[in-house]
Protein backbone atom coordinates (compact mmCIF):
# COMPACT_ATOMS: atom_id res chain seq x y z
CA UNK A 1 0.00 0.00 0.00
CA UNK A 2 2.66 2.49 1.01
CA UNK A 3 5.91 3.36 -0.87
CA UNK A 4 8.34 1.25 0.13
CA UNK A 5 10.56 4.69 1.35
CA UNK A 6 7.53 5.57 3.52
CA UNK A 7 7.45 2.29 5.09
CA UNK A 8 10.88 2.75 6.54
CA UNK A 9 10.61 6.53 7.61
CA UNK A 10 7.30 4.91 9.58
CA UNK A 11 9.42 2.40 10.90
CA UNK A 12 12.43 4.98 11.97
CA UNK A 13 9.89 7.06 13.69
CA UNK A 14 8.16 4.33 15.94
CA UNK A 15 11.48 3.22 16.92
CA UNK A 16 12.13 6.90 17.86
CA UNK A 17 8.64 6.67 19.75
CA UNK A 18 10.00 3.41 21.29
CA UNK A 19 13.43 4.63 22.36
CA UNK A 20 11.61 7.67 24.29
CA UNK A 21 9.20 5.65 25.64
CA UNK A 22 12.44 3.46 26.91
CA UNK A 23 13.65 6.83 28.07
CA UNK A 24 10.25 7.52 30.19
CA UNK A 25 10.33 3.98 32.20
CA UNK A 26 7.45 2.88 30.25
CA UNK A 27 9.07 -0.24 28.82
CA UNK A 28 6.19 -1.99 27.47
CA UNK A 29 5.02 0.80 25.54
CA UNK A 30 8.48 0.95 24.09
CA UNK A 31 8.67 -2.73 23.66
CA UNK A 32 4.91 -3.07 21.78
CA UNK A 33 6.10 -0.11 19.76
CA UNK A 34 9.57 -2.18 18.77
CA UNK A 35 7.14 -4.99 17.65
CA UNK A 36 5.31 -2.67 15.87
CA UNK A 37 7.91 -1.28 13.69
CA UNK A 38 9.17 -4.75 12.99
CA UNK A 39 5.59 -4.94 10.65
CA UNK A 40 6.99 -1.92 8.48
CA UNK A 41 10.17 -3.53 8.23
CA UNK A 42 8.80 -6.67 7.00
CA UNK A 43 6.71 -4.93 4.48
CA UNK A 44 9.42 -3.33 3.13
CA UNK A 45 11.02 -6.62 2.27
CA UNK A 46 7.85 -8.69 1.71
CA UNK A 47 5.07 -6.79 -0.58
CA UNK A 48 2.29 -7.22 0.94
CA UNK A 49 0.35 -6.90 -2.60
CA UNK A 50 2.86 -9.50 -3.97
CA UNK A 51 1.92 -11.95 -0.34
CA UNK A 52 -1.42 -11.52 -1.86
CA UNK A 53 -1.61 -12.27 -5.01
CA UNK A 54 0.60 -15.24 -4.13
CA UNK A 55 -1.73 -16.56 -1.85
CA UNK A 56 -4.42 -16.56 -5.11
CA UNK A 57 -2.09 -17.93 -7.45
CA UNK A 58 -2.17 -21.15 -4.47
CA UNK A 59 -6.08 -21.28 -5.07
CA UNK A 60 -5.41 -21.02 -8.63
CA UNK A 61 -7.32 -17.84 -8.85
CA UNK A 62 -5.31 -16.08 -11.30
CA UNK A 63 -8.44 -13.24 -11.94
CA UNK A 64 -8.02 -12.67 -8.15
CA UNK A 65 -3.92 -12.50 -8.12
CA UNK A 66 -3.99 -10.06 -11.02
CA UNK A 67 -6.68 -7.98 -9.22
CA UNK A 68 -3.72 -7.92 -6.47
CA UNK A 69 -0.83 -7.28 -8.26
CA UNK A 70 -2.83 -4.18 -10.58
CA UNK A 71 -3.14 -2.60 -7.28
CA UNK A 72 0.48 -2.07 -7.52
CA UNK A 73 0.76 1.35 -10.15
CA UNK A 74 4.36 1.91 -10.26
CA UNK A 75 6.47 -1.29 -9.21
CA UNK A 76 10.08 0.73 -9.50
CA UNK A 77 8.86 2.93 -6.62
CA UNK A 78 7.04 0.71 -4.60
CA UNK A 79 8.65 -2.37 -4.58
CA UNK A 80 12.80 -3.46 -3.96
CA UNK A 81 14.62 -4.88 -6.79
CA UNK A 82 14.14 -8.69 -5.63
CA UNK A 83 9.84 -7.60 -5.22
CA UNK A 84 10.12 -6.33 -8.74
CA UNK A 85 11.41 -9.83 -9.86
CA UNK A 86 8.25 -11.33 -8.27
CA UNK A 87 5.77 -8.97 -9.90
CA UNK A 88 7.30 -9.65 -13.34
CA UNK A 89 7.75 -13.33 -12.77
CA UNK A 90 3.60 -13.51 -11.19
CA UNK A 91 2.60 -11.41 -14.21
CA UNK A 92 4.58 -13.99 -16.38
CA UNK A 93 2.79 -16.85 -14.83
CA UNK A 94 -0.67 -15.27 -15.61
CA UNK A 95 -0.13 -13.75 -19.04
CA UNK A 96 1.41 -16.82 -20.36
CA UNK A 97 -2.00 -18.47 -20.57
CA UNK A 98 -3.21 -15.99 -23.24
CA UNK A 99 0.11 -14.06 -24.62
CA UNK A 100 3.08 -15.75 -24.80
CA UNK A 101 5.14 -12.48 -26.44
CA UNK A 102 4.11 -11.10 -23.59
CA UNK A 103 5.06 -13.61 -21.06
CA UNK A 104 8.25 -13.69 -22.31
CA UNK A 105 9.33 -10.46 -20.95
CA UNK A 106 7.66 -10.53 -18.06
CA UNK A 107 10.28 -13.54 -17.53
CA UNK A 108 13.34 -12.15 -18.71
CA UNK A 109 12.80 -8.97 -17.39
CA UNK A 110 12.40 -11.06 -13.88
CA UNK A 111 15.60 -12.94 -14.69
CA UNK A 112 17.25 -9.81 -15.10
CA UNK A 113 15.84 -8.34 -11.78
CA UNK A 114 16.15 -12.17 -9.85
CA UNK A 115 14.26 -14.02 -7.57
CA UNK A 116 15.07 -14.99 -3.78
CA UNK A 117 14.60 -18.58 -4.62
CA UNK A 118 16.11 -20.89 -6.54
CA UNK A 119 13.46 -22.85 -7.05
CA UNK A 120 11.47 -20.01 -8.75
CA UNK A 121 14.16 -19.02 -10.77
CA UNK A 122 14.18 -22.05 -11.77
CA UNK A 123 10.24 -22.41 -13.16
CA UNK A 124 11.12 -18.95 -14.72
CA UNK A 125 13.70 -20.28 -16.72
CA UNK A 126 11.43 -23.67 -17.64
CA UNK A 127 8.58 -21.34 -18.85
CA UNK A 128 11.30 -19.30 -20.77
CA UNK A 129 12.25 -22.88 -22.55
CA UNK A 130 9.11 -23.54 -23.10
CA UNK A 131 8.41 -20.04 -24.69
CA UNK A 132 12.03 -20.68 -27.14
CA UNK A 133 11.03 -24.24 -27.77
CA UNK A 134 7.34 -23.00 -29.28
CA UNK A 135 9.27 -20.32 -31.11
CA UNK A 136 11.46 -22.61 -33.06
CA UNK A 137 14.75 -21.58 -30.78
CA UNK A 138 16.25 -24.98 -29.59
CA UNK A 139 19.31 -24.26 -28.74
CA UNK A 140 18.33 -21.29 -26.42
CA UNK A 141 15.54 -24.05 -25.18
CA UNK A 142 18.12 -26.07 -24.54
CA UNK A 143 20.37 -24.10 -22.41
CA UNK A 144 17.34 -22.63 -20.35
CA UNK A 145 16.31 -26.24 -19.41
CA UNK A 146 19.88 -27.07 -18.47
CA UNK A 147 20.19 -23.69 -16.31
CA UNK A 148 16.77 -24.82 -14.96
CA UNK A 149 17.76 -28.28 -14.15
CA UNK A 150 20.92 -26.54 -12.24
CA UNK A 151 18.60 -24.35 -10.23
CA UNK A 152 16.23 -27.08 -9.48
CA UNK A 153 18.47 -28.54 -6.28
CA UNK A 154 15.06 -30.27 -4.91
CA UNK A 155 14.30 -32.21 -7.73
CA UNK A 156 10.86 -30.74 -7.77
CA UNK A 157 10.46 -29.76 -11.74
CA UNK A 158 12.61 -32.73 -12.30
CA UNK A 159 9.30 -34.03 -13.99
CA UNK A 160 8.74 -31.13 -16.10
CA UNK A 161 12.08 -31.07 -17.23
CA UNK A 162 12.11 -34.04 -18.72
CA UNK A 163 8.80 -33.98 -20.64
CA UNK A 164 10.21 -30.82 -22.07
CA UNK A 165 13.34 -32.89 -23.55
CA UNK A 166 11.17 -35.56 -24.43
CA UNK A 167 9.21 -32.71 -26.49
CA UNK A 168 12.33 -31.44 -28.08
CA UNK A 169 13.48 -35.02 -29.20
CA UNK A 170 9.91 -35.23 -31.11
CA UNK A 171 10.30 -31.58 -32.46
CA UNK A 172 13.96 -32.16 -33.56
CA UNK A 173 13.14 -35.81 -35.27
CA UNK A 174 12.01 -36.01 -39.06
CA UNK A 175 8.24 -36.52 -39.92
CA UNK A 176 8.26 -39.50 -42.53
CA UNK A 177 5.27 -39.76 -44.87
CA UNK A 178 3.83 -42.56 -45.79
CA UNK A 179 2.21 -42.61 -49.36
CA UNK A 180 1.75 -39.27 -50.74
CA UNK A 181 -0.06 -40.57 -53.88
CA UNK A 182 2.74 -40.65 -56.41
CA UNK A 183 4.59 -43.34 -57.01
CA UNK A 184 8.16 -43.81 -56.43
CA UNK A 185 9.17 -43.16 -59.95
CA UNK A 186 8.07 -39.62 -60.22
CA UNK A 187 6.51 -39.93 -64.29
CA UNK A 188 2.57 -39.52 -65.09
CA UNK A 189 0.20 -42.44 -65.72
Not at 72 to 78: H, M, N, S
Not at 114 to 123: E, Q, R, V
Amino acid sequence: MFNKNIKLVLAALIIAAAVWQFVEGNIGNGIMLILFSLIFIFLYYKNELILMAFLRLRKQDFPGAKKWLDRIQDPEAALVKKQQGYYNYLNGLMISQTNMNEAEKYFKKAVSLGLNMDADMAMTKLNLAGIAMTKNRKREAEQLLAEAKKLDKHNMLDEQIKMMKEQMKRVGQPRQQFGGGRSGRGGRR
